[in-house]
Nanobody, 120 residues
Framework: QVQLVESGGGLVQPGGSLRLSCAAS????????MGWYRQAPGKQRELVAA???????NYADSVKGRFTISRDNAKNTVYLQMNSLKPEDTAVYYC??????????????WGKGTLVTVSS
């Protein structure tokens, strides 16, 4: 079993910053890509940012230039630095990881989410 636990969400004013963290634990052989998704009420979950084990990154157009994803492979942890936050960034943010439980078995895991509220 693999668990992903997010932290760092909260209430912030427009223009402010937050840093989200997600730590993976459990029976992990290795982790390929990790990413952050978000979902607002009534909307579909969308990819915010993703990062491969080699450090290659991908961002949604709406956050590019404002958010930065990074990871610490030794800690099985992924981070999302969010700057210049806007009210439209308000959502539950979910951590995702493509986890190899063994050399031939990969599975997609999700955290329970952390709420980010950007309010003026």
């Amino acid at each position: 079993q693999v668990q992903l636990v997010e932290s760092g969400g909260g209430l912030v004013q427009p223009g402010g910053s937050l840093r989200l963290s997600c730590a993976a634990s459990g029976s992990i052989f290795s982790i390929n890509a990790m990413g952050w998704y978000r979902q607002a009420p009534g909307k579909q979950r969308e990819l915010v940012a993703a990062i491969t084990s080699g450090g290659s990154t991908n961002y949604a157009d709406s956050v590019k230039g404002r958010f930065t994803i990074s990871r610490d492979n030794a800690k099985n942890t992924v981070y999302l630095q969010m700057n210049s936050l806007k009210p439209e960034d308000t959502a539950v943010y979910y951590c995702n990881a493509d986890v190899l439980r063994g050399p031939h078995y990969g599975m997609d895991y999700w955290g329970k989410g952390t709420l980010v509220t950007v309010s003026s």
